[in-house]
């Protein structure tokens, strides 16, 4: 019974913690102007969303870039993480530890070390200031999370029903979308989850590779949190926070199971 | 195709594309760092750049700084996040929204975060309004300075709040894979509920949670737009420091910067070693 | 996402017009210039934090250059000019010099120092500009910016003055000169600070008790003078460490940026906040974030004017683009725009005796916002800036000696 009650308590604290942080927010953007004391605003308006819904604030194409360059970078690294999660997955091979290393480093090393040498090189290669430089700049720490995620669901897979299918005169085509995704196919999900997700939160390495003018969302918030415009800043974070909230709930309604659906991907 | 060719002809794109960019980037930043920038005339390679911060107070206070946040954020994160796993583990009531809510706090980039932590917690936020009707502070000055603090404490709240979420499920992830048999074999030779937990669970746990701290670490020793946003004018916390160096319009203070990201990037490396002997089993596959 | 490929596509195409050779296009008439920019993109990097400033450049200016000119403007919203003169230089270093990412900057003193002293400026084109006989040369304060010749390497775009706000229903008479305000801080502990320099707005406050150190700026103006500063500096880093106690947070910290300043003075937890451009005043009472009692002024041993430019990076290629909005930003037409409280509300950079009777009447029309002091006022005691050299010595010392 207390147990039952502490637990009941536990979970109360942590889902308001959870979700404080994104209360002001919500009100700000409704807000006009909300000073010290006033628990809520005196004035309420929509001009934040007005504005940030506008063609001038740029907030939407800003929306639409963020959500290109997230997309690319998805796929690109799926289509390379595939093979690598296979190799790591399924052989064993001398320097395996060498190769996870190096493909664990770009996860943990921070931007700020690499950007700067990055915005170099790729000036160099006519890079810079393009959608095409700043998904390859996004794919250094997104390859790490696609490549460990899938690799852990090669681990757990059998390759003998790959090879029964292409005895049975199957193209490698068909072996792959009717033996091989069907198996994999949750963690390829999840691992595109992560890429898309620490893509589209992507700050410093946008701004130093996309020059400023691959303008993605976390900028635009940015500049406006910079300047004190607390009301639009509360509806651009909304809005930045608003697609990631849909891809959950349409991964979450995907992997059916009691478990929280992100932990499957994480499982050793 | 041999079985030795094959799993690295099937690493190679991302072998060749992160090895092209990632270590193309750190190379140039190291060469950089150690004054070897021939376009503005600096063509002998020396140690002076590391020198130079090594021996600057203002330096050694931001390396400081950067490594109590990490730390603290990191210790905090990781305490809550094991005991959000162990909760999540139970069955009660509200079990599936709390679910949803850590998966939901994954997906709200880091900025995000800050700000509603910045509006929440300073002297004028959201707690202060509510300490003010409570009648416990008569103006901002009295509630307690949380954001542009000495202590970081709301860069941490910011690490804390973003990164229990992440570990928590990791470690919920392993204690699904914990077979039940162990915990029940203890409990059946007699012992407590913190016992199981202290010498049967929490050892399973670990590589998970030195993994996962590891990460959050990183990312909080490393990252620049929550400092800026929260941080006090002096110690600036050390990423943003190195930016401020990298955007000072004197050239001859690049090879500073990049000695500062390179120091970062060492930081790192020292993470990186403790995630493989914990993390990286010595054979994946038995 | 098809919208995303299409400006993906938009830009690529944007580079096949390229008119990256400044030295061809100062050869041209204003007409042809014209014609080479009909069809292209500008990239126009600007401080992105006011909602009505990029109102007015993505609406007003960005529909007129359409209209009229046929040229796209992409307004590259940024927090700092400082990276921008940062990229630059950077694509320079790199050997980048016909093909940077920048097409104008929206920028004056140290940060114009910078590009000029880096060569990193398009000099040497204005007389090109139709509107170039509304720009008064011969004025010190638009030829010089920060004390640097501006050498036909920019065009003025606003002319601003620093003043003070307070709200005056809390407080009602505010000290009106330098003396009187150290006085105030010291009388009411806590409720003064200023922004940390390098901080733009906090550098020009500290400027200011420099100049008060020095017993005005006349002593102060030309080339730097190390004598000189380390005479004032001594007196100025005395005065602004004994106000430190009395500070907010008892001055061990300082705000880092105008806007953290800002948000103290709207919660009333500081009674003054101050800045460069008045009307941002006038935009934060509009915005709610100030209340409407709030007034400005001035003091009366002068405030710090000058005027904000913008700059066409050498290696822009975009030349023609950037001109013709050059052009159209001096027009009277765009400058009483800006000029209107409920858009901007900023003092302009051309004489409005120069203008079209229907300007000249329109800026007559102009009702102030009442937070707003007005820039005639303001300009009664008005104080020159000094040379950039100064502005990083004053700042690199206040690190050293009173903000550690």
Redesign the interface.
């Known amino acids: 019974m207390t147990v039952?009650r502490l637990?009941?308590m536990?979970?109360?604290v942590?889902?308001a913690?959870?979700?404080?942080?994104?209360?002001?927010?919500a009100i700000?953007s409704f807000?006009?102007?909300?000073?010290?004391?006033?628990?809520m605003p005196r004035?309420y308006?929509l001009?934040a969303w007005t504005?940030a819904l506008s063609?001038?604030?740029?907030v939407l194409?800003s929306l639409?870039?963020t959500?290109?360059i997230a997309?690319a970078t998805t796929v690109v690294a799926a289509?390379?993480?595939l093979?690598?999660g296979?190799?790591?997955?399924?052989?064993?091979?001398p320097g395996?530890?060498i190769?996870?290393?190096?493909?664990?480093?770009?996860?943990?090393?921070?931007?700020?070390?690499?950007?700067?040498?990055?915005?170099?090189?790729f000036?160099?290669l006519?890079l810079?200031?393009?959608?095409t430089g700043v998904v390859?700049?996004h794919?250094?720490p997104v390859?790490?999370y696609m490549?460990l995620i899938l690799a852990a669901a090669f681990?757990r897979f059998d390759p003998v029903h790959e090879d029964q299918a292409r005895s049975l005169g199957a193209r490698p085509w068909q072996v792959f979308r009717h033996i091989t995704l069907p198996m994999i196919g949750p963690s390829l999900l999840i691992g595109s989850l992560f890429a898309f997700?620490v893509s589209?939160?992507q700050?410093?390495l946008t701004?130093v590779i996309g020059?400023?003018?691959v303008?993605t969302l976390?900028?635009?918030?940015?500049?406006?949190?910079?300047?004190?415009?607390?009301?639009?800043?509360g509806a651009i974070?909304l809005i930045?926070?608003l697609p990631?909230?849909v891809?959950?709930i349409f991964t979450?309604r995907r992997i059916t199971g009691r478990?929280?659906?992100?932990?499957?991907?994480?499982?050793? | 195709m041999s079985?030795?060719t094959?799993?690295?002809?099937?690493?190679a794109?991302?072998?060749v594309?992160?090895?092209g960019?990632?270590f193309?980037?750190?190379?140039?930043?190291?060469v950089?760092s150690f004054r070897y920038m021939p376009a503005l005339g600096l063509d002998t390679p020396d140690l002076a750049a590391y020198a130079a911060i090594l021996q600057s107070g203002t330096f050694l206070a931001s390396l400081g700084l950067s490594l109590w946040i990490a730390a603290a954020s990191t210790v905090l994160a990781s305490i809550l996040a094991l005991?959000?796993a162990l909760?999540?583990r139970?069955t009660?009531?509200?079990?599936a929204?709390?679910?949803?809510?850590?998966?939901?706090?994954?997906?709200?980039?880091?900025?995000?975060?800050a700000?509603?932590?910045l509006?929440?917690v300073s002297q004028?936020?959201?707690f202060?309004?509510?300490a003010?009707?409570a009648g416990l502070v008569a103006v901002?000055s009295d509630f307690p300075p949380l954001t542009h603090d000495p202590l970081a404490i709301g860069i941490i709240l910011t690490y804390v709040?973003k990164e229990l979420?992440f570990i928590a499920?990791?470690l919920?992830?392993?204690l699904?894979?914990i077979p039940p048999g162990h915990e029940a074999a203890a409990r059946s030779l007699g012992a407590g509920r913190w016992q199981v937990l202290r010498h049967v669970t929490l050892p399973l746990l670990m590589?998970?949670l030195v993994a996962a701290s590891?990460?959050v670490f990183?990312?909080a020793?490393?990252?620049?737009?929550i400092p800026l946003?929260l941080g006090a004018h002096a110690p600036e916390a050390l990423?943003v420091a190195?930016?401020r160096g990298?955007t000072a319009v004197d050239l001859m203070h690049r090879p500073e910067?990049?000695a500062m990201?390179?120091i970062?990037?060492l930081v790192?490396?020292v993470?990186?070693a403790l995630?493989?002997s914990f993390a990286?089993p010595?054979?994946?596959?038995p | 996402?098809l919208?995303?490929?299409a400006?993906?596509l938009l830009?690529t195409t944007a580079a096949a017009a390229d008119t990256a050779d400044g030295q061809a296009l100062k050869a041209m008439t204003w007409d042809q210039i014209v014609e080479e920019a009909r069809g292209g993109t500008v990239?126009w990097?600007m401080?992105?934090?006011?909602?009505n400033i990029?109102?007015y450049v993505?609406?007003y200016v960005a529909d007129r250059l359409k209209s009229d000119y046929d040229i796209t403007l992409?307004?590259?919203?940024?927090?700092d000019a400082a990276?921008?003169v940062n990229?630059v230089l950077?694509?320079k270093e790199?050997?980048?010099t016909d093909?940077g990412?920048?097409d104008l900057i929206w920028i004056n003193g140290e940060n114009f120092r910078s590009m000029k002293q880096a060569d990193l400026a398009f000099c040497g084109y204005t007389d090109l500009f139709p509107n170039n006989t509304l720009v008064n040369w011969d004025n010190p304060a638009i030829a010089n910016d920060f004390g640097v010749p501006v050498d036909g390497c920019e065009v003025p775009w606003n002319t601003v003055q620093f003043a003070f706000a307070h709200d005056s229903a809390t407080l009602v008479d505010p000290p009106r000169d330098m003396a009187g305000l150290l006085a105030w801080i010291k009388a009411n502990p806590g409720r003064f600070t200023y922004p940390a320099p390098p901080d733009f707005t906090g550098s020009v406050f500290v400027r200011h008790v420099f100049y008060h150190a020095a017993g005005g700026p006349d002593a102060l103006l030309g080339p730097f003078d190390q004598a000189r500063f380390d005479a004032v500096a001594a007196k100025t880093w005395a005065i602004l460490n004994e106000i430190e106690p009395f500070l907010w947070r008892e001055g061990r910290t300082y705000p880092t940026?105008v806007?953290?300043l800002?948000?103290l003075f709207?919660?009333?937890?500081v009674a003054f906040t101050f800045n460069y451009d008045p009307a941002q005043f006038g935009i934060a009472v509009q915005?709610?974030?100030?209340?409407e009692t709030v007034r400005s002024y001035g003091l009366a041993d002068g405030t710090i004017g000058n005027t904000n430019y913008t700059l066409i990076p050498f290696n822009s290629p975009n030349k023609a683009a950037a001109m013709v909005l050059q052009n159209l930003l001096l027009s009277g037409e765009a400058q009483l725009e800006k000029a209107k409280a409920e858009v901007w509300g900023a003092a302009p950079a051309i004489e409005i005796g120069r203008t079209s009777p229907q300007v000249q009447a329109g800026f007559a029309a102009i009702e102030a916002h009442p937070s707003v002091v007005p820039a005639a006022e303001l300009a009664k005691a008005a104080l020159p800036e000094l040379q950039a050299d100064w502005l990083t010595a004053i700042e690199a010392g206040w690190t050293a000696n009173v903000g550690n």
Do not use: C
């Open positions: 039952a637990q009941l536990a979970g109360v942590l889902a913690a959870l979700i404080a942080p994104l209360v002001p927010l700000w807000a006009h102007g909300w000073r010290f004391p006033d628990l004035q308006s001009a504005f063609a001038q604030s740029g194409s639409w870039t959500f290109a997309g289509v390379i993480g093979p690598a296979r190799a790591l997955g399924l052989y064993d091979f395996k530890r190769v996870l290393l190096l493909l664990i480093a770009p996860a943990l090393v921070p931007a700020i070390a690499i950007a700067p040498g990055l915005h170099a090189v000036l160099h006519g810079s200031a393009s959608w390859l700049a794919l250094i390859i790490p490549t681990a997700l589209w939160s700050y410093l701004l020059g400023g003018k303008q976390p900028l635009t918030l940015y500049s406006f949190a910079a300047a004190g415009r607390n009301d639009i800043t974070a930045y926070i990631g909230v891809v959950l979450a478990h929280p659906s992100l932990a499957r991907g994480l499982a050793p | 079985r030795r094959r799993p690295l002809l099937l690493l794109p991302a072998l594309l992160l090895g960019l990632f193309a980037g750190l190379g140039l930043g190291l950089r005991g959000t909760l999540l139970e009660f009531p509200g079990r929204l709390i679910g949803f809510l850590v998966q939901l706090n994954l997906t709200i980039p880091h900025v995000v975060g700000i509603g932590i509006y929440l004028s936020g959201s202060a309004r509510l003010f009707a901002p709040w979420p499920l990791i919920l992830a392993n699904q894979a590589p998970g590891s990460l990183a990312f020793f490393g990252a620049y737009e946003l990423p190195t930016w990298f910067a990049y990201a390179m970062v990037a790192s490396a993470l990186l995630y493989a990286l010595r054979r994946a596959r | 996402m919208r995303s490929l400006a993906l830009l990239n990097f401080w992105g934090g006011a909602d990029n109102a993505s609406g992409n307004r590259v919203p940024i927090t990276e921008i990229l950077t694509e790199a050997g980048v093909a990412t920048v940026t806007t953290q800002n948000e709207a919660n009333g937890e915005a709610g974030i100030y209340p």
